[in-house]
């Protein structure tokens, strides 16, 4: 969310925002464990001491051998699965059923969370202000153990102009938000978007 060429945005519509710092990576990957302390352990067995879970899977997902990149990619994915799961729309399984999309995802968000998104300490709300002209919703599920609405709450107030939709009984992604950010593209394109802050109970 980089403000480098802002002359080229004229609006931005997020959903479960996050802003990639370390600290939310690692409540994500580590924080999040003492909510499911049984699957974090199983999580993290293999893990050694003093490396980042985040860090040891990104390892793991660029091996050479097929097979611990498909067994780092399901522990992963597992994770993942875990800890999404007290959004009501939540289903029991696996997050990704195809190998493939599941080795691909897992991958790409361990190399970049492990490189803290190649961006600099709390760079995305630091930066926000330069937003400023530029008007954003964001939406965001009050449920959302992954991402907690601190983060989504800290960018609207950093960021002049925009509004913060925050639903109450969704998590990562619902279909509430989903509508949400639909009708305010909507409300952009037609010239009625709004600023400010609101609750959503769906």
């Known amino acids: 969310m980089r403000a480098e060429h802002p002359e080229r945005v004229t609006e931005v519509v997020l959903v479960a925002v996050t802003t990639g710092s370390r600290r939310e990576v690692d409540w994500i990957t580590e924080g999040v464990g003492t909510v499911f302390p049984e699957a974090w352990s199983r999580f993290t067995a293999d893990v050694p001491a003093g490396v980042r879970p985040v860090e040891h899977h990104a390892r793991l997902l660029r091996s050479s051998d097929p097979a611990v990149r498909d067994a780092a990619a399901d522990s992963w994915d597992t994770w993942e ?105 909507d409300g952009f394109a037609d010239g009625s978007g709004v600023h400010g802050e609101r609750r959503r109970d769906a």
Do not use: K, M
Not at 156 to 171: C, I, T
């Open 81 to 185: 699965s875990t800890h999404v799961s007290l959004d009501p729309a939540w289903r029991p399984g696996q997050l990704h059923t195809d190998p493939r999309d599941r080795r691909n995802f897992a991958t790409l968000v361990t190399h970049y969370w492990a490189n803290d998104c190649f961006l600099g300490p709390d760079e995305v709300l630091r930066r926000a202000g330069e937003l400023a002209g530029i008007p954003g919703v964001l939406v965001h599920g009050r449920r959302d153990v992954s991402g907690p609405v601190i983060t989504p709450w800290l960018l609207h107030r950093a960021w002049p102009g925009s509004r913060l939709e925050v639903v109450e009984d969704e998590g990562h992604g619902g279909p509430t938000e989903v509508a949400i950010a639909q009708r305010a593209i």
